[in-house]
């Protein structure tokens, strides 16, 4: 089946149109992220915007900023982690994260979210969730100041929530879910801390996700979902097992969920469509490299390569080797220094 990339490109533009549907003015508190997805799956499609739209979205993007220095998913809302993340990313998409006012102070609003025990709440109110993690991580990664966190507290944290099947949970005790392992590893490989997983283990985990229809699912007899081709094999992506699930099974899957005259792409063959399931299905085709789609996403920050090269963003965080620091086992530690003469 083919890629209808013309039809999906419709499908997001209309949706900035539909300004006076019941659906826009009931998703108006996570209008930041629905930008997001339809902005990030358009630079994949490499659909180019006009520069009258770029001047608008950043107008709207920066309105949502709040006396917090954190963003809110629509002007007046209160702030959280994960709009302040997608007006991070939508910025860096647009190319325009120069006009970020005063990124120190978004990234101490960030880090200011930190528990004691190394979880962030995803605002003030400070309910827990792995989710938060990512977005911290993934929010100061690149805005380059990682530095303001205590990223071996967070690391414990997130070991605290590993499940004995390898996978990982919202919060300690909770059950494996493909979207928070997304979230677990994804943060892991922005610390360069791979070592808390068992890859082996949770790799197994993530390849059994893949069902008879070659979609994969979020968890043991669930149906397949088109957004697990991103969360499943982001992570798989990242841990350089993707080719343990059969990957052209899955494109099949993804390219059966779209609608093919509308455009747009729904969780499972026919059902609705949405900018949702839409992102994350071109996103995971793109991750699978195919559908010749222009411009590559990257599985650790959820955004294209060619906006992190703009912006001095280490693609592969996960992959640097690494400098030990305080209290290191003697095995990790650093070479010693080569003799003087
Ligand atoms: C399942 O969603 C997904 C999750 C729980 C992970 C969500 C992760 C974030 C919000 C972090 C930011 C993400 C990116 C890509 C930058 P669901 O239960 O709503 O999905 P479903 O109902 O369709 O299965
Ligand atoms: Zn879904």
């Known amino acids: ?8 490109v419709r499908f997001i533009r209309k949706l900035n149109e539909k300004k006076e549907t019941f659906e826009y003015v009931a998703t108006e508190h996570l209008r930041m992220s629905g930008l997001y997805w339809g902005l990030c799956a358009l630079d994949i499609m490499g659909t180019p915007l006009s520069q009258e739209e770029i001047d608008g979205f950043v107008q709207w993007i920066l309105s949502c900023q709040n006396e917090d220095a954190g963003f809110g998913g629509s002007p007046g809302h209160d702030s959280h982690l994960l709009y302040t993340l997608s007006a991070i990313q939508l910025l860096a998409i647009l190319g325009h994260l120069e006009d970020l006012h005063n990124p120190e102070r978004v990234a101490q609003y960030v880090a200011a979210l930190q528990h004691p025990d190394g979880s962030f709440g995803g605002d003030r109110w400070g309910e827990i969730d792995t989710r938060f993690t990512y977005c911290a991580a993934c929010c100061l990664g690149l805005l380059h100041h990682l530095e303001l966190i205590n990223v071996d507290q967070a690391v414990e ?19 494996s879910h493909g979207g928070q392992i997304f979230c677990c590893v994804g943060a892991l490989a922005i610390f360069n801390r791979l070592d808390a997983l068992d890859q082996d283990l949770l790799g197994w985990w993530l390849a059994e996700r893949q069902t008879d229809l070659g979609g994969l699912n979020g968890r043991p007899e669930k149906e397949p979902d088109v957004c697990y081709s991103w969360w499943n094999l ?7 097992r993707v080719p343990w699930i059969d990957p052209d099974a899955l494109a099949g899957f993804i390219l059966a969920c779209q609608d093919r005259e509308e455009g747009g792409i729904s969780d499972r063959p026919e059902d609705e469509a949405d900018v949702y399931h839409t992102f994350f299905g071109i996103a995971g085709l793109s991750l699978l490299g195919k559908c010749d789609l222009p411009n590559k996403i990257n599985p650790v920050y959820a955004m294209t390569e060619r906006v992190l090269a703009r912006y001095h963003v280490d693609p592969a965080p996960h992959k640097k080797p690494r ?16 003799p003087s003469s």
């Open 1 to 8: 089946m083919s890629f209808v990339g013309d039809a999906h």
């Open 157 to 175: 944290f997130l070991r605290r929530c590993m499940n004995i099947d390898g996978g990982f949970g919202s919060c300690p005790g909770a059950e």
């Open 234 to 240: 982001t992570a798989l992506a990242i841990m350089d």
């Open 323 to 338: 400098t030990p620091g305080p209290g290191s086992r003697p095995d990790q530690a650093a070479p010693p220094p080569p």
